[in-house]
């Protein structure tokens, strides 16, 4: 509502200052209301390009995200929300592009239809009538629109949902050009086409100039020149229209590049690949180790490996976090596209890519890799709430994976009095990824006498050829193995009865239909008192 109000407010008050205000006055009278909406949708475009840079700055949002003092629980979740204010800044920035680009057009159909001879200063044409299209092609603010347009038109298609499904690397470079955007956007406003009146004490705006013919002046103007005072007392002098778009987007620019040059200083040194694991599914675990490196539970990494792509940065969910005890922190991914098969190429030998139901551990030269992070993600807030649901679809088990790590190292001073596992796969092997995990934290509180503490259920969402986990070590999953897909709304009901008058914090990472139905059932679900608080999983 805040973000809606600034720019209504913004809007609002430059539409009003160049309609109303005396040092426009002439500009209003040649360009009409055309100069009011662009001027005003430009300050729209001025905050939203500052904003849309501002969620980009991970390492800040991750800092003022781990300051408890700084930020509360609320302001936590509204950071970790940062993604999708981003794609709300960049999708006003589209809308009111074509808005500020159509009453341009405007502007230059007016500035060469009213070319003005009493104040030629004011003129952008060079004469009456000249083709729009040429003011257009001559004038930096013109050439570097037309370059605006077609930067941001190849963002906007590279952003959309299929062609980041179906090739992830065009979206990644396409949306590196903001950097030749916010260049060429600072040179936009230089060459001063729309001016201002300086003088408007010595030149009231309709005084009658000396010279000036009865055919040439307004209807109203003729009412206010009864005495001598309405006669101007020198001519009118225009100035170009100081440029703010740097007064916007300089301090978020500067902020964004320390950050940027900050995370490039902090992932200049390769990681030391330890040990590299191929699970069932086409999953593989991935154990590194690096100096000084820290993370909580929760937060993720994003890799780089030269040697299949200089350029392109990947996200992955830590499932293991560094300890004191042990300094090696490890990460799951799931061989799905370009490429995460050219990168598990480079980690195992075409020869042993065989699958297996049991891990199998590779060991051999591994190629440069680089890490940048921890980063901050809502899975971090499972911590803080006294009663916590995690809901895991398929791959999406990994970051609360990094949780349980937590839990069975011992990890102390946090909130939590219970936590709620649930794991829905469609595979029954997908839940030996986790499976030694998941069966020592059982484990380790039964024998310190809280079995109530986890609450554990697993799903096999595909019935067909369905077995059972039947080795003796993994018995402990056997007996909370279910057939079908979760009943959100009786699970939830369960939680609430057990856990009256509580706030419970729901986290979930997993398929798009999961999440849209527990954040449907925790807006609407108050089962006795309880509150539950949905979290979705994202990467930013």
């Not at 539970?297 to 499932?319: A, K, R, W």
């Not at 849209?516 to 807006?523: A, G, K, Q």
């Amino acid at each position: 509502m805040l973000w809606l109000g600034a720019n209504t407010w913004l809007f609002l008050n430059t539409f009003l200052l160049f309609s109303t205000g005396q040092q426009y006055h002439y500009l209003y009278k040649m360009l009409g209301v055309g100069v009011c909406i662009s001027r005003a949708s430009a300050s729209v475009l001025n905050l939203n390009c500052s904003l849309v840079l501002l969620t980009m700055c991970r390492s800040v949002l991750t800092f003022i995200r781990g300051t408890h003092v700084v930020s509360s629980r609320k302001t936590r979740r509204l950071l970790d929300k940062s993604k999708t204010f981003h794609v709300a800044c960049g999708i006003a920035v589209c809308l009111f592009s074509v808005v500020h680009v159509s009453a341009h057009m405007v502007n230059v159909v007016n500035f060469s239809s009213r070319y003005s001879d009493d104040f030629p200063a004011l003129n952008l044409a060079r004469y009456r009538g000249e083709d729009p299209k040429w003011i257009i092609l001559t004038t930096i603010p013109g050439v570097t629109g037309v370059l605006l347009v077609l930067i941001l038109l190849l963002m906007l298609i590279s952003s959309s949902y299929c062609v980041r499904m179906s090739n992830y690397e065009i979206f990644w470079y396409t949306h590196n050009l903001f950097i030749i955007f916010y260049i060429i956007l600072m040179m936009h406003m230089v060459g001063g086409v729309l001016k201002y009146q300086t003088n408007i004490e010595a030149h009231p705006p309709g005084c009658l100039r000396p010279n000036q013919s009865s055919t040439e002046q307004y209807v109203d103007d003729l009412e206010q020149l009864e005495d001598d005072d309405s006669r101007c007392k020198a001519d009118a002098h225009f100035e170009p229209h100081y440029p703010q778009t740097w007064l916007w987007v300089s301090g978020p620019l500067c902020l964004y590049c320390v950050e940027r040059l900050y995370r490039c200083i902090r992932s200049s040194a390769p990681v030391t690949i330890v040990t590299v694991i191929r699970h069932p599914c086409d999953v593989i675990e991935l154990r590194m180790l690096k100096k000084d490196f820290k993370a909580r539970p929760g937060q993720y990494i994003v890799l780089n490996c030269p040697s299949v792509s200089s350029f392109e940065n990947h996200p992955f969910t830590l499932t293991k976090c560094p300890t004191v005890n042990k300094e090696t922190f490890g990460i799951h991914l799931r061989v799905v596209g370009d490429w995460t098969e050219r990168f598990t190429q480079q980690l195992l030998p075409q020869s042993r890519m065989d699958l297996e139901i049991l891990p199998m551990v590779q060991q051999r030269t591994y190629p440069k890799l680089y890490i940048d992070g921890p980063f901050g993600s809502p899975s971090e807030e499972v911590f803080n709430y006294d009663v916590s649901l995690c809901v895991a679809g398929g791959i999406g088990v990994t970051p609360f994976a990094c949780v349980l790590h937590a839990l069975l190292d011992g990890w102390r001073g946090f909130r939590l009095q219970r936590l709620y596992f649930v794991w829905v796969c469609r595979e029954l092997q997908s839940f030996y990824w986790f499976a030694e995990l998941l069966c020592a934290l059982h484990q380790k509180l039964w024998e310190e006498n809280r079995p109530d503490y986890f609450n554990l259920k697993l799903y096999v969402s595909q019935v067909d050829n369905i077995q059972s986990i039947s080795e003796e070590r993994f018995r402990p999953l056997s007996s909370r193995m279910l057939v079908g897909r979760p009943r959100w709304k009786h699970l939830l009901d369960e939680i609430g009865k057990s856990n009256r008058h509580k706030r419970v914090g729901v986290f979930c990472c997993g398929p798009k239909g999961i999440s849209r139905t527990l954040h449907r059932l925790c807006n609407s679900a108050r089962s006795r008192g309880t509150t539950f608080e949905f979290n979705k999983e994202s990467f930013s």
